[in-house]
């Protein structure tokens, strides 16, 4: 058999730049399982569709037949669990995708891999590991004078987003401590980069920012957030997996906390700077809109652990990073237009209707 790895989500933000960063370096086999929500957008994985290295599998992670066959045909030695719903917003107004998919199918994928796993034999059994992306979002909310999450702040998700992430990390958490199932748990925070859906803060603004139209802050713009650029996120996560311990949680951050209300204005200089001075100066466009319910304040990252113990410390700057991506979304016409179409414009109008 191949060397394989299972990637869940691999056409959404995170898991199609995981993917391309993989297929660079000397990787193994890549199955991308992803249903295609919204989200999932084959067009991050275009120049990869036809490499004999790459799978793509349309279905769903809830989907338990489909992942029991996709584990026998493939046998794969890990699992990279991205898939999910990821949007605290959404979740706001209909939470029902986060509990089936978050909860129900992450419960349902660990199942079929354990059952899998079970069977395995010798040093396929012993090297064998499920890791589990997760957020920084499932500790709650940070006073300004808090010292930062570590592994062990107790958890307490604010939003239903982060409540069914924390469902989900509880399960991988049990797994591996009835079961002995070599888990492996990530907690990052805020990435930006390319490919992200527009619904997010940074690409929200890059695109608002260069069509003129209003950027909308959220109540007074103070809340803060540690940004990681993805390609950074996608390296620790490849660390994690090959030299983390099973059963353990790693806490991953670019030690880079910002007020949203800097990080706008800064995408309203680069864009004014890039895009041409038409609409300039962007920060006129600054609105400040109805605050999100239950907003939390401030997430911060301690990420001394993955540090200390395997290694691992972002490259990205954020000032290059954001650089690099307000010039990816400006040049990106097509991937840009391909995205924003249809449902992306209905959740923009009944979002920011008020
Ligand atoms: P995303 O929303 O961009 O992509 C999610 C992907 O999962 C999409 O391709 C979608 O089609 C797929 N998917 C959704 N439901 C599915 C299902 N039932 N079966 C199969 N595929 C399904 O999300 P992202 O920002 O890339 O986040 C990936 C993971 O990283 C998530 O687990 C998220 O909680 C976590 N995370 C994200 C961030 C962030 O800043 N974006 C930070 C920390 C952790
Ligand atoms: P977001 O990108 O949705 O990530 P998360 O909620 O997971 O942190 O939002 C990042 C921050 O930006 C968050 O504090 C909410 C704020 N925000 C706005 O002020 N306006 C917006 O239109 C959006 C989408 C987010």
Known sequence: MEDTILVTGGAGFIGSNFILQQMERSSPHLINLDKLTYAGNLRNLETIARNPR???????????????????????????????????????????DFLRTNVDGTFALLEEARAYWTELAGQDKS??????????????????????????????????????????DHFVRAYHHTYGFPTLTTNCSNNYGR??????????????????????????????????????????????????????????????EQRNLDIVEMICDMVDEMAGCGEAPRRRLITFVKDRPGHDRRYAMNATKIERELGWRPKETFATGLRKTVRWYLENEEWVSGVTSGSYREWIETHYAS
């Open 54 to 96: 790459y799978e793509f599998v349309h279905g769903d992670i809830g989907d338990r037949l489909l992942a029991r066959s996709l584990l026998q045909r493939r046998q794969p030695r890990a699992i990279v669990h991205f898939a999910a719903e990821s949007h605290v917003d959404r979740s706001i107004r209909g939470p029902d």
């Open 127 to 168: 090297t064998f590991r499920f890791l589990h992306v997760s957020t920084d979002e499932v500790y709650g909310s940070l006073a300004s004078n808090d010292a930062p999450f570590s592994e062990t702040t107790p958890y307490a998700p604010n939003s239903p987003y982060a409540a069914s992430k924390a469902g989900s």
């Open 195 to 256: 490919f992200q859906f527009p619904e997010k803060l940074i690409p929200l603004m890059i695109l608002n920012a260069r069509a003129g139209k209003p950027l909308p802050v959220y109540g007074d713009g103070q809340n803060v957030r540690d940004w990681l650029y993805v390609e950074d996120h996608c390296g620790a996560i490849a660390t994690v997996l090959e030299r983390g311990k099973p059963g353990e949680t790693y806490n991953i951050g670019g030690w880079n």
